[in-house]
């Protein structure tokens, strides 16, 4: 998403030069009408920036449907998928547990505004599966649940700074659209045009993986820093995984300094795992935001602490925060269909494990052949990056020239009806309706297109 809003404002329409390596495009006819239109109405043709095709060839496909592992586009193509809406179908597209609970929960309307006992029983499943949090509220979204996330922090502390790291992606609310300035410790420039420079100083950007920058941050503005905000693993620029002794240090100089551990799991949550970064690292977040996996493909987001701090929310105390279609109930069925499915016994490590596989198998091929390739992965998240980078655990550790090796690479697996997200800054996300059928046909148009990276085949 980061490279999104980058592209946003340099991107032009790339030319589309004819496929030199055998391998015929496929038919694009009926998205390139689709996408034509669509430009008359929406700002680049699309809804969010990433998905106008700017970082890869060609225009987007426009998505007919999806089912299982697949998704089928107005062409009639069909690709096996690892884009996955961009997280939150683990189960797949269209399963039909979710589906069957949502069609049940619409033959009783669509939102009231007013409360559900769907939302209780979402709360509940959560609440009782997860150690880090006592109270929740639901959004509608990522963005709202971390932009509230935000106001609780301050609110609760009475603080007016944030501190956030270079490469994390936190959605799109104002004082999060903020990068680092030059320098060790920076105030924020804004990523954005519209966001004030005033709100960006009230965001302090240091790089990931550095403690010396974080400690002179708090020196620095002692006693005016509400949270320190991080995702569970960075994966919105790259897939940044820290070291675990990292987040426990941010923990510690958090409760050192009365600030608030915001762990920003709208990827990671129900991800990596049932309670996600959190368990992962077993680290204790004071705050922590949900979205993606947890709307089963419906919009919803959530954040959530102990009683105490989502004792300061409104109506309870004096941080507003409201949403006329929070925890509506078609979402809520969705959601509670989904999470139900992962607190099976041996979901996370059967789907984990499937992951791993597949991602050593593509390394062990590109290493045989000497390419500059590497394939990062946690849980059932993967990211292809073209290095030869033993780790990457920052955003300045990614070379920008290599995004041309994507999208080479992106043009290829589309051509090999392979969906990856259309930018090499995106991770792909593996789901349980992945069989192993699949992935080894995966595999092999993964081969065949790195093939045709390094060889020119
Ligand atoms: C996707 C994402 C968001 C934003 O969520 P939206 O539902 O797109 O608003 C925020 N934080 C992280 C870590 C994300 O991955």
Known sequence: ??????????????????????????????????????????????????????????TP?????????????ADGNQFIDFCGSWGPLILGHNNAKVREAVTAAMQNGMSFGAPTALENQLAALIIENNQYVEKIRFTSSGTEAVMSAIRLARGYTKRDKILKFEGCYHGHADSLLVKAGSGLVTFGETSS??????????????????????????????DQIAAVIIEGVPANNGLLIQDADYISFLREIC????????????????????????RHYNVRPDIVTYGKIIGGGLPVGMYGASAEIMGTVSPEGPVYQAGTLSGNPVAMAAGLAQLTELLRS????DLNKKTQEFADSIQRFATARNYKFKVFSIGSIFWFAFTDKENIKTAEEIDPASMEKFKVMHRELLNRNIYLGPSGYEV???????????????KRAIFESLDIVFRGK
């Not at 034509?36 to 929406?42: G, H, L, N, T």
């Not at 762990?263 to 970064?277: K, N, P, S, Y």
């Open 255 to 278: 409760t050192r300094n009365n600030s608030l551990l915001i762990l920003d799991e709208v990827i990671t949550g129900f991800r990596l795992g049932f309670e996600g970064a959190a």
């Open 1 to 58: 998403m980061l490279d999104s809003i980058k592209k946003m404002f340099s991107g032009s329409e790339e030319d589309y030069p004819a496929s030199t390596t055998g391998k015929p495009d496929i038919p694009r006819e009926k998205s390139a009408e689709l996408y034509e239109k669509a430009k008359s109405y929406f700002p680049g043709g699309v809804n969010s920036p990433v998905r106008a095709f700017r970082s890869v060839y060609g």
């Open 428 to 442: 792909g996300f593996v789901s349980a309706a992945h069989s192993k059928v699949e992935l080894e046909k995966a």
């Open 193 to 222: 045009a519209g966001v004030p420079k005033s709100f960006a100083d009230e965001t302090i950007v240091v790089s990931l993986n550095d403690r010396e920058a974080v400690e002179r941050a708090f020196e620095q503005f002692k």
């Open 346 to 349: 041996g979901f996370y490590k």
């Open 61 to 73: 496909l426009f998505i007919q449907k999806g089912d299982g592992c697949f998704v089928w586009d």
